[in-house]
């Protein structure tokens, strides 16, 4: 049985076998019973998750050509897939479960959001992501790749680049070279206001990321406040820890 490649779904298929096996092998080094993979494509990853011994697997596959390829060529799936976008599904299990995927290139920044979403939920992740945002994730202050992703993500996880994959891994090869990163939900909490109100001061602050914070936060603090020194740094001058910090001083 054969499949097409979709490039308005950016599918780009994995079929490095030492890639998928350094995947699994990274995966295992932490404890899960349940396990979500995030666009199983053609199966190459697929097809190794599902030997994994005790358990409970499930993919989540838009493409319906997809999901009768992966049930013919891998009878063990059936049951096992949901027919639905990552974006859009319901919380898959009801108990901790760790995520997996070499995700679609053109939602990868929404796959994110969706696992802050589910972070009460999901204690590790493992995704392959085109480089540039794998690099944005794991990004530190003071780079110009340190933007909303690594605050948002970093505040609740701790995330480790793991590994390049060159384009030659996949099938057909993208323009780019990918990374695949590790996020481990952190075992402390940073002290904030409310998720809200960090998640509203993080997105102004790079909104207009060149300039001195008192212009992009103007509308969030008292003009007195402003005038305080930490208002004259640009937002990539911030750690996660000074965000957090910050949401006390908003209106």
């Known amino acids: 049985m054969q499949y097409t490649l979709k490039k308005s779904l950016g599918q780009h298929f994995l079929k490095d076998e030492r890639v998928c096996e350094k995947i699994v092998k990274a995966l295992r080094e ?9 666009g199983p494509g053609g199966g190459a990853l697929t097809k190794y998750l599902l030997q994994l011994p005790a358990i409970e697997f499930k993919a989540v596959e838009l493409d319906a050509e997809k999901v009768a390829y992966l049930e013919h060529s891998y009878p063990s799936i059936k049951g096992k897939i949901l027919h639905e976008s ?3 599904v319901a919380l898959p299990f009801p108990v901790p479960f760790t995520v997996v995927g070499n995700f679609p290139y ?20 493992i995704g392959m992501f085109q480089k540039e945002v794998a690099q944005r994730v794991t990004s530190k202050p003071n ?12 505040a609740y996880y701790d995330v480790e680049y793991l590994f390049d994959v060159p384009p030659g891994s996949f099938n ?8 695949v990163i590790r996020l481990k939900r952190r075992s402390t909490h940073y002290d904030m206001k409310s998720e809200r ?6 997105k102004s602050a790079f909104n207009q990321r060149r300039k001195m914070l008192r212009n992009p936060l103007k509308s969030l603090f008292d ?6 020194e930490i208002f004259s740094k ?5 750690s996660v820890e000074d965000f957090a910090k910050l949401t006390f001083k908003m209106k």
């Open 30 to 38: 932490d404890d899960f019973s349940h396990l979500l993979e995030v």
């Open 106 to 125: 053109n939602i990868s920044s929404q796959i994110l959001f969706r696992i802050l979403e589910w972070k009460e939920q999901v204690p590790v992740m």
């Open 143 to 154: 780079s110009k790749d340190y933007g909303i992703l690594s605050v948002l993500i970093q």
């Open 234 to 238: 640009r937002a990539e001058q911030l």
């Open 197 to 202: 109100s960090f998640f509203t001061l993080v």
């Open 172 to 179: 057909p090869p993208p323009k780019v070279m990918s990374g």
């Open 86 to 88: 990552i974006l859009d």
């Open 223 to 228: 003009k007195e406040l402003l005038q305080e």
